[in-house]
């Protein structure tokens, strides 16, 4: 939980080679076939990392490192806030394996080419800012 209370989603954002890893929800009907950044919710007893990695396990079927909080939260109603971190890839190719259909790696220059979800954007240009920084082939 928040300091205020709230219960955190915890995304992760995945980068390699220059490129963040967009996922297509299929459920709820309301969300399906937008993009967002691989998570869910924090399990009481968990800290928002530990989700972070369990949650890309889950969906992805991959081994991931929480490298670092993207600052801000948003709100996303029902008392949930989304809060973001960086993350690498420790081992495995992501897959779409549960509520997503579709991966997409998306460098700076192709990230309006999907349709986020309007809470991720401003932590999606968060990102896009630190790997253009970085220069081509970073990963953050
Ligand atoms: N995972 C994720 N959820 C997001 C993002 N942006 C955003 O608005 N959401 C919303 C969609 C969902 O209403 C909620 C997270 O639910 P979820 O379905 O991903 O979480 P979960 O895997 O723990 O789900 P569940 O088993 O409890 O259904 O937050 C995002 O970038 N990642």
Do not use: C, F
């Amino acid at each position: 939980m928040t300091e205020n209370g709230a219960r955190i989603v915890a995304g992760g954002a995945l980068t390699r080679d220059g490129a963040l890893l967009a996922a297509r929800r299929t459920r709820p009907a309301g969300l399906a076939g937008r993009w967002e950044l691989p998570g869910g919710k924090v399990e009481p007893g968990e800290t928002p990392e530990e989700a972070v990695v369990r949650e890309l396990r889950e969906e992805l079927g991959v081994e991931a490192r929480v490298r670092d909080r993207i600052p801000g939260e948003w709100a996303l109603g029902r008392g949930y806030v989304l809060q973001v971190w960086t993350v690498r890839l420790v081992s495995g190719r992501p897959r779409p394996l549960e509520d997503h259909d579709e991966l997409r790696w998306l460098p700076p220059d192709r990230v309006d080419e999907v349709d986020w979800l309007e809470l991720d954007r401003p932590a999606v240009a968060e990102v896009m800012r630190r790997l253009r920084a970085a220069g081509p082939g970073a990963e953050l």
